[in-house]
């Protein structure tokens, strides 16, 4: 797809480097243990170099008319949209995701880049009378200034795209820090960026398997002015506490445990059909991923029939399968992580209703699994399960739906399926989360402010609200 995709480097400053100390490391797919690529295996050196770029382009970037950041934004969507086979391939090879699965992911993951060059042209500022009459107040928005944006390995394009496409439209001059597992993707992204115009030290991209000591680095850099994570709560934690030494802007979208609620009014076909795209898309390893399932008990017994003779027709296999509809999970760590959850639960009570077993190899796989009568005590309702496990707990009464909902430190998503319209206004405001579904399975969307409450973070990403993490303002007073 790109001739740049040359081993063992990376783009710092508009040109193609390896590391400073030479050092490489594979990038592997995740359903059969191949190596796909050896890329750059950047140390601090090379993590501050990136920075000098973003700083050395920072203030030409800051000056360059919006409709020509506008542009390059939507070339470089254009240029995606041409490329996405190439882009589903890629995606899939160091992620795992099923092919269809990985179109979804370039449309959505291109549509930031369409959305944030229509933006780029719209920001604004604003001119008021002063009240007390002493003159006019003028507030002139501008870029935050040079960014680091660090992503997750569970949607490799979009999760870069939802972070470039705003910091771009703003102004905002980048280094970009891709996870270890799924890394191609960020640099054929950076390669293609160039390609449509952008110019050199804008976007950075440092490939490592030493995030914690390279990130430090950043963070105690005093010209960096911004940190945009996505990822684990854990590691959101740390870097805030981090950021903090220099008082930087902060965007942080962390870990979630959603709550997918059902009452007894539901269209069972369309909470089934919400089910499998909530839990069982990008197999279970999404942020918004249905971790929770509150379904009424007079409804309870008939929802898992159903949904478990769906989920026993899903076929688990490697993308280069056209018939796989499940994917492998990132790697075998985390299939030993989600069997634990299930060996956790089923000490505690909860019934197997199918899968609930690790797949032997080649490949991270775990078979989609249905589990009732799960104990809300359970460490897989307490943390974010990121696997295709879909845990039943009955509930009596909307109070109760709502308070065990609630009961949780994260607040991202929520998935709701009724037909009545007081329980939904009732549920929207209380339900402690960013984002509520209402009879969908599937909330993504470029023009929405996706975000979450609680320990899930701060801040958002798509719609107009997602270019404001990107910009500050000045305030002048001209005296009258
Ligand atoms: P992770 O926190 O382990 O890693 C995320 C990124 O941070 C990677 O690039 C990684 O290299 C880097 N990193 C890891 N440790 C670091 C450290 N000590 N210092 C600096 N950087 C560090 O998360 P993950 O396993 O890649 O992704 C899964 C997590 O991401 C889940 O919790 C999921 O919910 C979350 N996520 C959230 C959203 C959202 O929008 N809220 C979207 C996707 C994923």
């Known amino acids: 797809?790109?001739?740049?995709?040359?081993?063992?480097?990376?783009?710092?400053?508009?040109?193609?480097?390896?590391?400073?100390?030479?050092?490489?490391?594979?990038?592997?797919?995740?359903?059969?243990?191949?190596?796909?690529?050896?890329?750059?295996?950047?140390?601090?050196?090379?993590?501050?170099?990136?920075?000098?770029?973003?700083?050395?382009?920072?203030?030409?970037?800051?000056?360059?008319?919006?409709?020509?950041?506008?542009?390059?934004?939507?070339?470089?969507?254009?240029?995606?949209?041409?490329?996405?086979?190439?882009?589903?391939?890629?995606?899939?090879?160091?992620?795992?995701?099923?092919?269809?699965?990985?179109?979804?992911?370039?449309?959505?993951?291109?549509?930031?880049?369409?959305?944030?060059?229509?933006?780029?042209?719209?920001?604004?500022?604003?001119?008021?009378?002063?009240?007390?009459?002493?003159?006019?107040?003028?507030?002139?928005?501008?870029?935050?200034?040079?960014?680091l944006l660090i992503t997750p390995w569970n949607f490799p394009l979009a999760m870069a795209t939802r972070k470039i496409g705003p910091a771009l439209a703003a102004g905002c001059t980048m280094v970009v820090k891709p996870a270890e597992a799924t890394p191609l993707t960020t640099l054929a992204l950076a390669d293609l960026l160039t390609e449509a115009g952008l110019p050199a030290g804008v976007v950075n991209v440092i490939t490592t398997t030493r995030a914690q000591p390279v990130v430090a680095a950043l963070l105690e850099d005093p010209r960096l002015r911004k940190?945009?994570?996505?990822?684990?709560?854990?590691?959101?934690?740390?870097?805030?506490?981090?950021?903090?030494?220099?008082?930087?802007?902060?965007?942080?979208?962390?870990?979630?445990?959603?709550?997918?609620?059902?009452?007894?009014?539901?269209?069972?076909?369309?909470?089934?059909?919400?089910?499998?795209?909530?839990?069982?898309?990008?197999?279970?390893?999404?942020?918004?991923?249905?971790?929770?399932?509150?379904?009424?008990?007079?409804?309870?017994?008939?929802?898992?029939?159903?949904?478990?003779?769906?989920?026993?027709?899903?076929?688990?296999?490697?993308?280069?399968?056209?018939?796989?509809?499940?994917?492998?999970l990132i790697d075998d760590r985390a299939v030993r992580g989600v069997d634990a959850l299930v060996q956790d639960a089923v000490a505690r009570g909860a019934q197997v209703v199918t899968g609930g077993t690790p797949t032997p190899g080649p490949g991270s796989f775990y078979p989609p699994t249905v589990l009732t009568e799960v104990d809300p005590a359970s460490s897989l309702v307490r943390r974010e399960i990121f696997g295709p496990v879909l845990a039943i707990t009955p509930f009596q009464t909307d109070a109760e739906a709502l308070t065990l909902a609630n009961d949780t430190e994260y607040g991202l998503a929520a998935y709701v399926f009724t037909r009545d319209m007081a329980r939904i206004q009732t549920l929207m405001g209380g339900l402690q989360v960013g984002m509520v579904g209402i009879n969908t399975g599937l909330i993504s969307n470029a023009a929405a402010p996706f975000g979450g409450l609680k320990q899930s973070g701060n801040g958002k990403e798509g719609g107009i609200e997602g270019v404001s993490e990107y910009l500050s303002s000045t305030y002048t007073l001209i005296a009258s």
């Open 1 to 147: 797809m790109t001739a740049t995709l040359e081993p063992g480097r990376m783009l710092i400053g508009g040109r193609w480097v390896e590391a400073a100390n030479a050092g490489t490391f594979p990038v592997t797919d995740p359903a059969t243990g191949r190596v796909l690529a050896t890329v750059a295996d950047a140390d601090t050196a090379d993590a501050l170099l990136a920075l000098d770029a973003a700083v050395d382009a920072a203030a030409g970037w800051a000056a360059t008319p919006a409709r020509t950041r506008a542009e390059i934004l939507r070339r470089a969507f254009d240029l995606i949209m041409d490329r996405q086979d190439d882009y589903a391939r890629l995606i899939s090879a160091e992620m795992g995701k099923p092919g269809a699965e990985a179109q979804g992911e370039v449309a959505y993951g291109a549509e930031f880049l369409r959305w944030y060059s229509e933006e780029a042209c719209r920001i604004a500022g604003r001119v008021q009378p002063d009240p007390e009459g002493r003159g006019t107040v003028v507030v002139t928005p501008r870029p935050v200034g040079p960014c």
């Open 227 to 328: 940190i945009s994570f996505t990822g684990s709560t854990t590691v959101g934690r740390s870097l805030i506490a981090q950021a903090g030494q220099h008082v930087l802007r902060t965007s942080m979208e962390l870990g979630g445990n959603a709550p997918f609620l059902v009452f007894d009014d539901a269209d069972l076909d369309a909470a089934v059909e919400g089910a499998m795209t909530a839990k069982f898309r990008n197999t279970g390893q999404a942020c918004t991923a249905a971790n929770r399932f509150l379904v009424h008990h007079s409804v309870a017994a008939e929802f898992t029939r159903r949904v478990a003779e769906r989920v026993e027709a899903l076929r688990l296999g490697p993308a280069s399968d056209p018939e796989s509809s499940m994917g492998p």
